[in-house]
């Protein structure tokens, strides 16, 4: 999308997004070229698949403030918040199993809650061994 961007004549000051922006920033700062950026990214996934395997990860996005999930999160103390993104948005990450239980309760109680299409339980204890690769 930079690229594309900059042949507008656009150039970004400023880099945001759900995760790994760090990678993105370091692109736009001019500190990596995008192919080390891309190479980066793809080597991280790849470390974190191999770190669980086996293990059927995901993320869980809701539309409830921390006070609203947190009965929920007591039936499901392994579902960890994973993003504050607003005062009433939050990303829940955990094996897909536990989410899917926490997903169906908030539906059923009138909340918004969607399983995200990722394989993997970014930002939450998951992560720790792949930071070790």
């Not at 920033?25 to 470390?47: T, W």
């Not at 009965?71 to 918040?81: N, W």
Request: glycine share 6%; net charge negative; charged share 15%.
């Amino acid at each position: 999308m930079l690229a594309v961007i900059s042949q507008w004549g656009i150039s970004a000051s400023r880099v945001i997004g759900p995760s790994s922006e760090e990678i993105a920033a370091a692109v736009v700062a001019g500190l990596l070229i995008p192919e080390e950026g891309i190479k980066i990214a793809y080597f991280s996934g790849l470390a974190s698949q191999s770190h669980n395997p086996g293990q059927l990860l995901g993320m869980l996005a809701v539309h409830v403030s921390a006070d609203a999930i947190a009965p929920y999160l007591e039936s499901e103390p392994t579902v960890q918040v994973a993003c504050y993104n607003s005062p009433v948005s939050l990303t829940l990450s955990e094996q897909q199993p536990a989410l899917k239980r926490v997903c169906d309760a908030l539906k059923a109680d009138g909340h918004f809650a969607r399983i995200l299409q990722v394989n993997f339980a970014y930002h939450s204890e998951h992560v720790r061994g792949t930071a070790e690769d």
